[in-house]
């Protein structure tokens, strides 16, 4: 039977729900991750089946974990790109793996159980769960199922796929005629620089400011990417971004340029997550899960606007706040997603990091915003400086709180930050956790 998606009652969605149950129940120990590439060539060595193995390997052997101790297996299935059928498997990849039902397990996504039937060293895997779209959900619903006891050791895996080196052409997406509202909200293929920029629009025409204010806080982004080892700038373009070059850039769709947008990328990352007992005798520092959040309101239309993006950005703010127990002064990382860059200001502002509050954001980029500085904002470089991949920003979270990140690590006071927040991909739909290094 294939592994189900996850019910809704792991998520926390609704507002009011006071302190998470299993706050300080479940801690991160491991992190793994593959190479990277800018589009699958093929092979069945680089392939996403390949590299998700690879990464789950990876976070066991950086957990120090034994893989008979793991019992459970969450993943975000979905590889975000183009899906492989109706091309046939390939011949020498249906030989190299135990396959499942799924025809893209593998090549184009990677589903739990593509991992327990390819990793035969996880003999005692007894629980199994999707959380679709991104890791951030598999993070959430991990954080759920070791807090309540349905496993005590979990691999928490993810795979992002490209097979075109672009954005998704398919679907509705590839077709030359469009119908419906995708007349008015899907016209160009890919949605989201469009509406993205749209509502980026009435953001500066609201609190009179301009798209040109972004430029440190993205060079910014790709500087702290080319400080993370594991990210695709960092390992196939090294060439660091000006604020000359970021404003000179095309652009995509007004106010939104080349690198407002994240690149898609091949990749696999995989954690680690167990509950205290078993965390406290691993290799790692033990990074406990303080609170998670989901956050998903409807638009009142076809298109959400920038009222509905501040008004749930507030709202996803008080849950974190509500059900962990901290405020915004506690906060030492702020890891929010930035996909597109232009977005990062609505979870900034309602999370009141350093005191920021609405319209403030684009003076805030003004300051000193690097991991040495006093405002060392989106540590991770996230998917602007390291590639589409949605997993930075809670690895870098894990790892700065470990005191591992490197030449990323910012330090607090004269010592190590203990409490991180990240998430997405939005506030209008995305999740969300806090992490810290004590169980609160």
């Known amino acids: 039977m294939a592994t189900q998606n996850a ?65 459970g297996i969450i993943t975000s299935p979905s590889g975000l790109g183009e899906p492989w ?50 890791m951030s959900n598999a993070v959430v619903v991990a954080a759920e199922a070791v807090g309540s006891g349905q496993c005590k050791v979990a691999l928490v895996v993810t795979g992002r796929g490209n097979l075109q080196g ?18 008015w909200t899907n016209v160009w293929g890919p949605t989201g620089p469009y509406w993205v920029a749209w509502i980026f629009n009435n953001y500066l025409k609201k609190y009179n400011v301009n798209h040109d204010m972004m430029a440190p806080f993205v060079v910014n982004e790709k500087r702290n990417g080319l400080l993370t080892p594991s990210g695709f700038f960092a390992q196939h373009r090294p060439e660091p971004l000006s ?11 007004k106010p939104a340029n080349l690198f407002d947008c994240d690149i898609p ?3 696999a990352t995989a954690y680690i997550f167990a509950s ?9 520092k033990p990074v406990y899960i303080l609170n998670h959040v989901a956050t998903n309101p409807k638009p009142r239309s076809l298109q959400n606007t920038l009222e509905e993006y501040e008004e749930a950005a507030d709202v996803f703010a008080e849950k974190m706040y509500e059900g962990s127990g901290i405020t915004a002064n506690d906060i030492d990382i702020e890891n929010m997603y930035e996909g597109y860059t232009i977005f990062h200001q609505y979870f900034l502002e309602a999370l009141g990091w350093h005191g920021v509050g609405k319209g403030d954001a684009l003076h805030f980029y003004q300051n000193d915003l690097s991991v040495e500085g006093s405002h060392p904002i989106s540590s991770s470089g996230g998917n ?8 930075w920003m809670h690895t870098d979270s894990i790892e700065q709180l470990q005191g591992r990140a490197g030449p990323r690590q910012v330090h607090i006071k004269n010592g190590r930050p203990e409490i991180a927040v990240s998430g997405g991909p939005q506030p209008i739909g995305g999740h969300h956790a806090v992490w810290s290094t004590t169980p609160g």
């Open 276 to 284: 205290p007992e078993y965390a406290k005798d691993m290799k790692q």
């Open 384 to 391: 602007a400086g390291s590639g589409r991949t949605r997993i």
């Open 166 to 183: 672009r954005y998704g052409q398919y679907g509705a997406q590839a077709l030359n005629t469009v119908g419906g509202g995708n007349q």
């Open 243 to 253: 604020i000359e070059d970021y404003l000179a850039a095309r652009w995509i769709v």
């Open 85 to 134: 059928a109706p091309r046939d498997i390939p011949e020498d990849f249906a030989k190299a793996f135990s396959l499942t039902d799924n025809p893209e397990d593998g090549l184009t996504q990677l589903t739990a159980d593509f991992m327990v039937q390819n990793m035969p060293e996880l003999t005692n895997v007894n629980y199994t769960m999707h959380g679709p779209g991104c």
């Open 265 to 267: 990328i091949q990749v």
């Open 7 to 71: 019910p809704a009652s792991m998520y926390r969605e609704g507002r009011g729900l006071g302190i998470w149950e299993h706050k300080g129940k479940v801690a991160a120990v491991g992190i793994g991750h593959s190479p990277t590439a800018r589009r699958w060539d093929e092979t069945v060595e680089t392939s996403l089946g390949s590299w998700g193995i690879m990464a789950a390997r990876a976070a066991i052997e950086d957990a120090g974990v034994s893989p008979d101790l793991i019992d």
